[in-house]
C-alpha cells in the first residue's frame, strides 16, 4: 500500500494568510497535534499546536510564525512502513505527502497508518509480512522465492519500494502464509538479505510491532 492510496481528504491545508486562531481551531476540529501549509501547492511545513498556543496574538497569519518540519514528508508512491518511519522519527500525527513535481497532495494521519497496517496484515488471511532491504542489483524475486519455497512457505504477494535512505537499495515487502518467520529470516540472512523489518503473530524478535509500540509512546493514541 503506497503513500497516496491513504490521503486524508477530509483534512485540507492551511494557508499562509489563515490566522494562528484559525491553525488552532482546526487542530481541535480534526483532533490532531499538527496541520500543514501551503502556498500556490508547495508545502511549506507544519503549523504546530506546541508552537502556536503559547503565541498572545492569535490573530496574527501564519506568515508571521516559524513553521516546522519544512523537510519531513514522503513521496506519493512510497510504502505505509515509510508514512510509519517519518511520524515516528519525528514524533508527528500527521506526514505531508507530495508529487515529482514537489506539490502538495495531502497529509497522512498516524490512525490512517494504524488502519493501513490492519488492513495489511488482514490481507489475504492468516500469515506474516517481511520486509528486506538490498542493493537494486542484488534483487532477484525467483532467487528469494526458491529459499522461501524450499521451507514449504508461499509468497502470497510482493511489493518493491525504493529506500528513501540510500537511492541504491530497495525495499521488498512479502506477504508469506506462515506465522513463523524463525527459519525464513535464518535461511535468508545465510545468504546475506537483510531484514529490516517483520510482522508476525506472536513473534520474539518483531520490528514491526516495536514500531507500533514506539507510536503509541511518542505520539500518546
Known sequence: MIAE??????????????????????????RVN???????RKYMGLATETNLIELPDRSQTLDQVTLEFQDVFVMH?????????????????VVPVLDEEQDYMGIITINDTLAAFGQMSALQGQGSILVLTMPERDYSLG???RLIEEDNVKILSAYV?????????I????????????????????FEYRVTAQFQDGAKYDVGRDRLDMLFKYLDI
Open 5 to 30: 492510496e491513504l490521503i486524508n481528504q477530509m483534512i485540507p491545508p492551511l494557508k499562509l494568510y489563515d490566522t494562528v486562531e484559525k491553525a488552532l481551531r482546526w487542530m481541535d476540529e480534526f
Open 34 to 40: 499538527e496541520l500543514p501549509v501551503s502556498r500556490n
Open 77 to 93: 508512491h512510497q510504502h505505509f512502513y515509510d508514512v510509519m518511519e517519518a511520524a515516528i522519527k519525528n514524533k508527528i500525527q
Open 143 to 145: 532467487q528469494i522465492s
Open 161 to 169: 519500494s525504493p529506500d528513501e535512505v540510500d537511492p541504491y537499495n
Open 171 to 190: 525495499k521488498l515487502t512479502l506477504k508469506l502464509n506462515t506465522s513463523d518467520l524463525t527459519r525464513i529470516i535464518a535461511t535468508l540472512e545465510r
